[in-house]
């Protein structure tokens, strides 16, 4: 039987690539799409998926569907009621939205009882993979800095995928050299730093996709890690993988990695 999935932000960038990677798979059954901006429009118009489904403008309309899973690309609050809705019906989630607190996930902890919720900064396989390898070079380097660069409408700063290499890197070395800065002439120069010390840079400019760059330094020598976003479908294998798995998760998953056994 096929898994029944619904999409959140489905009139977003994000949304509309889940809406063409349900559809195209053969697993998978895409039954209800939610975007309050776009609600009451055709799913064909806005995502080119050729399904007789409207927009919904919120999560009571898909609870017709009976969904199994419900994919959430959407923004910061939307999608925590989004989620407090889901695991109060029992529906499993899957959540690309970045900018959450430790708070919320504290809270999704609590809530996820009656169903299972994935929780991904980064579906991209390059990218979890760059983080992998960043968390293990921390212990062999004393320097650290973190660029995200991103297309010119995300609205969060730095981006999940930054904040949450800094984590890992934070929680693989705590032997990081102090900042040598003792005159900042522009505030923010010297990027954000509160996980672990380590700066993290927000580069915003059009034509962007995702890209990061965590640079490591120790004496005479650096080590640069790179990862490359070009086109949004890259990170479509990894919510299909994540729709698939996230049935016999129980509670919440945080991250990709888990998923990849990474
Ligand atoms: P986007 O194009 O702005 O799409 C967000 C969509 O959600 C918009 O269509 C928005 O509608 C809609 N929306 C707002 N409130 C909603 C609600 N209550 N229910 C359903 N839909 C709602 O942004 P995007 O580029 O797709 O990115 C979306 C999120 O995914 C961001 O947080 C971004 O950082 C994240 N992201 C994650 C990954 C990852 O791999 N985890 C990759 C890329 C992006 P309006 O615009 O009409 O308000």
């Known amino acids: 039987m096929k898994t029944k999935v ?14 063409r990677a349900v559809a195209a798979d053969p697993e998978l059954e895409l039954v209800a799409a939610v975007d309050p901006h776009h609600a009451g ?5 806005v995502t080119g998926v050729d399904l007789p489904i409207q927009l919904g403008a919120s999560a009571e309309q898909l609870a017709h569907a009976d969904p199994d899973v419900a994919v959430d690309f959407t923004q910061l609050e939307a999608s925590r009621q989004n989620l407090a809705w889901l695991a109060e019906h029992g529906v499993h989630a899957v959540v690309g939205t970045t900018g959450f607190t430790d708070a919320d996930y504290a809270r999704f902890e609590a809530t996820f009882t009656r169903s299972n919720c994935v929780i991904a ?11 992998r390898f960043a968390e293990l070079a921390a212990p062999y380097f004393e320097s650290a800095e973190i660029i995200e660069l991103h297309h010119e409408n995300k609205i969060d700063a730095p981006s999940g995928t930054a904040m949450h290499t800094a984590e890992r ?12 800065t ?21 580069v915003r400019v059009r034509g962007l996709v995702a890209h990061q760059e965590v640079i490591l330094g120790t004496t005479g020598q650096t080590l640069t890690i790179r990862h490359d976003t070009t086109d949004r479908t890259s990170f479509m294998p990894g919510v299909v993988l994540g729709v698939k798995a996230v049935g016999d998760r ?4 945080i991250g990709l990695e888990d998923l990849l056994d990474l």
């Open 182 to 202: 003792t005159n900042t002439v522009l505030d923010g120069a010297r990027g954000g730093r509160d996980v672990g010390g380590i700066p993290i840079h927000s």
């Open 6 to 19: 619904a999409v959140f932000g489905a009139g977003g960038r994000m949304g509309a690539e889940v809406c």
């Open 169 to 180: 890197m934070a929680a693989a070395s705590d032997a990081w050299a102090p900042d040598p």
């Open 250 to 253: 129980p509670g919440v998953t």
């Open 121 to 131: 900064p980064n579906f991209a396989i390059g990218a979890v993979l760059m983080m």
């Open 41 to 45: 429009l055709d799913l064909r118009q």
